[in-house]
């Protein structure tokens, strides 16, 4: 336990000493910012894009608007910048050659990968939220938002999509001493799970619903319940996915001391 | 005016956090002359003219060790 205290501390000054915590901060809250913005602003964009004499009614932009945005922004831009910034989680380690110090010294793999994922998924849920919340504060100011249903529903089952990422990421950046090794994989694994989706029937267990049904749960078309056994899938995978980073951190180990 | 104005709770903020993650980079470019790849002046340009994805860019692949 001790040992997963302190590991996490050192974890967080790296994150902080890198920038990296700065950055991931920044992009979410300029990504809060700018949801609610492009929605008010699209439809001036269209109108000056339409060809002269050609006329249509664009409808007024509203709350549900302003969600489209965020459940379009985050997973295309957050999510791809939440891998980029823990690609390297534990490969670095590897590049740096610090890890094999800690491990002679008697520091498990599990407590290295434990301590290491629970800083990633905190970043992960307090630079998210922050993005939600400050979403969610210009669109009840602008809007009437009476119309949405299951708001944290929905906000929720994308964070758990961010956390099954960051289990990915940590397993591939287990098995790699680069981190496009641990990009390509991730990128892999997201490729296939869109693949399944094209089968409509898989749609109810793939983890990928949970990043992209965000607006049915929001206008009522499906219900949270629907997703549970993407949920459910999301979350086994994760803890899966942590087991073989601990696997991927012994076998390196083992193959350093032997 | 009025439509300036009305923007303004979005600029503002969003102006700052840009700058904050622009100059942030600009300073760590200049200051830590060892980058993995490229040299300082191509650095500048990315972390300058990319918003956003440029600093991202920088302090994930392009920073060198200490």
Same mark, same amino acid.
């Given at each position: &336990?001790?040992?997963?205290?302190?590991?996490?501390?050192?974890?967080?000054?790296?994150?902080?000493?890198?920038?990296?915590?700065?950055?991931?901060?920044?992009? /979410? &809250?300029?990504?809060?910012?700018?949801?609610?913005?492009?929605?008010?602003?699209?439809?001036?964009?269209?109108?000056?894009?339409?060809?002269?004499?050609?006329?249509?009614?664009? @409808?007024?932009?509203?709350?549900?608007?302003?969600?489209?945005?965020?459940?379009?922004?985050?997973? +295309?831009?957050?999510?791809?910048?939440?891998?980029?910034?823990? @690609?390297?989680?534990?490969?670095?380690? $590897?590049?740096?050659?610090? !890890?094999?110090?800690?491990?002679?010294?008697?520091?498990?793999?599990?407590?290295?990968?434990?301590?290491?994922?629970?800083?990633?998924?905190? &970043?992960?849920?307090?630079?998210?939220?922050?993005?939600? !919340?400050?979403? $969610?504060?210009?669109?009840?100011? $602008?809007?009437?938002? #009476?119309? =949405? #249903?299951h708001f944290f529903f929905a906000a929720l089952y994308l964070w758990i999509f961010g956390i099954f990422l960051i289990a990915c990421v940590t397993a591939a950046s287990s098995f790699f001493k680069n981190f496009y090794g641990s990009l390509i994989v991730t990128g892999a694994v997201v490729v296939i799970m869109y693949i399944i989706s094209l089968a409509p029937k898989t749609n109810d267990y793939n983890p990928l619903s949970l990043a992209s049904g965000n607006m049915n749960?929001?206008?009522?078309?499906?219900?949270? =319940?629907?997703?549970?056994?993407?949920?459910?899938?999301?979350?086994?995978?994760?803890?899966?996915?942590?087991?073989?980073?601990?696997?991927?951190?012994?076998?390196?180990? /083992?193959?350093?001391?032997? | 005016?009025?439509?300036?104005?009305? $923007?303004?709770?979005?600029?503002?903020? !969003?102006?700052?956090? +840009?700058?904050?993650?622009?100059?942030? @980079?600009?300073?760590?470019?200049?200051?830590?002359?060892?980058?993995?790849? =490229?040299?300082?002046?191509?650095?500048?340009?990315?972390?300058?003219?990319? #918003?956003?994805?440029?600093?991202?860019?920088? /302090?994930?692949?392009?920073? =060198?060790?200490?």
């Open positions: &336990m001790r040992q997963y205290m302190v590991f996490m501390n050192k974890e967080i000054l790296e994150f902080i000493r890198t920038y990296k915590l700065l950055v991931l901060f920044a992009v /979410f &809250m300029i990504l809060g910012i700018m949801n609610p913005l492009t929605a008010k602003l699209l439809p001036y964009i269209m109108g000056n894009f339409m060809p002269e004499g050609l006329t249509i009614n664009i @409808a007024d932009p509203t709350a549900m608007d302003s969600w489209t945005q965020f459940y379009k922004n985050v997973p +295309q831009m957050g999510l791809v910048v939440l891998v980029l910034i823990f @690609a390297g989680i534990i490969s670095n380690e $590897y590049i740096n050659n610090t !890890l094999v110090n800690m491990l002679t010294k008697g520091l498990k793999p599990a407590t290295l990968v434990l301590s290491k994922v629970t800083v990633a998924m905190t &970043m992960w849920t307090g630079a998210y939220w922050c993005c939600f !919340l400050i979403t $969610y504060g210009y669109t009840e100011y $602008y809007w009437d938002q #009476s119309k =949405g #249903s749960i929001l206008n009522g078309v499906a219900s949270p =319940g629907d997703y549970k056994w993407s949920v459910a899938i999301a979350l086994i995978l994760s803890v899966v996915f942590t087991g073989v980073a601990i696997l991927g951190i012994s076998r390196v180990s /083992f193959r350093r001391w032997k | 005016m009025g439509i300036t104005s009305e $923007y303004l709770p979005f600029i503002i903020p !969003l102006l700052i956090l +840009q700058l904050v993650l622009a100059i942030t @980079a600009v300073v760590h470019v200049i200051r830590h002359p060892n980058y993995r790849f =490229g040299n300082k002046v191509i650095w500048i340009i990315v972390v300058l003219c990319v #918003s956003i994805i440029g600093p991202v860019v920088y /302090f994930v692949f392009g920073r =060198g060790e200490e």
